[in-house]
C-alpha cells in the first residue's frame, strides 16, 4: 500500500501557472504507475494524466494536452503537475493516485488515492 499526500492547490489568476506535488513516503514509489484525476462539483471524477513507472511514458487527457504537464522524481517520491493557461473550468479538487503496474487512462484502474487539494481559477 502506499500513501498520497497531495498539496500546492490554491486560487490563481485565469492564464496562471500552478505545480501541485504529491508525495509518496516510502520506498515502494517506483512501483506504482501513477496518475493526476481532478472533480469539479457536481461532476464525476475524471482522468488528467498519467505517467509510468520510470516517467518515460505519459498519457493525457485532450482538454488538457498541451497546458499541464506530469512528472515524477523517484528519488525524492513525488509526483508533479505542471499546470500552465489555467481556465476557469480547470477549477476542481485534484488527486493523485497509484496502482502497480502499467498505467491507465480511466479513474476506475487506480487503487491508492490522495485527499485532494483544491485549485480555483478566476478571472
Known amino acids: 500500500q502506499v500513501q498520497l499526500v497531495e498539496s500546492g492547490g490554491r486560487s490563481v489568476e485565469v492564464g496562471g501557472p500552478l505545480r501541485l506535488p504529491c508525495a509518496a513516503p516510502?520506498?515502494?514509489?517506483?512501483?506504482?504507475?501513477m496518475g493526476w484525476s481532478r472533480q469539479a462539483p457536481v461532476k464525476e471524477r475524471e482522468f488528467v494524466a498519467a505517467?509510468?513507472?520510470?516517467?518515460?511514458?505519459?498519457n493525457y487527457a485532450d482538454f488538457v494536452m498541451g497546458r499541464f504537464t506530469i512528472s515524477r522524481d523517484n528519488a525524492k517520491n513525488t509526483l508533479y503537475l505542471q499546470m500552465n493557461s489555467l481556465k476557469p473550468e480547470d477549477t476542481a479538487v485534484y488527486y493523485c493516485?497509484?496502482?502497480?503496474?502499467?498505467?491507465?487512462?480511466?479513474?476506475?484502474?487506480?487503487?491508492?488515492w490522495g485527499q485532494g487539494t483544491q485549485v480555483t481559477v478566476s478571472s
Open positions: 493516485a497509484a496502482r502497480p503496474g502499467v498505467i491507465v487512462v480511466v479513474t476506475s484502474g487506480y487503487y491508492y
Open positions: 516510502g520506498r515502494t514509489f517506483i512501483s506504482y504507475a
Open positions: 505517467i509510468n513507472l520510470i516517467g518515460s511514458g505519459m
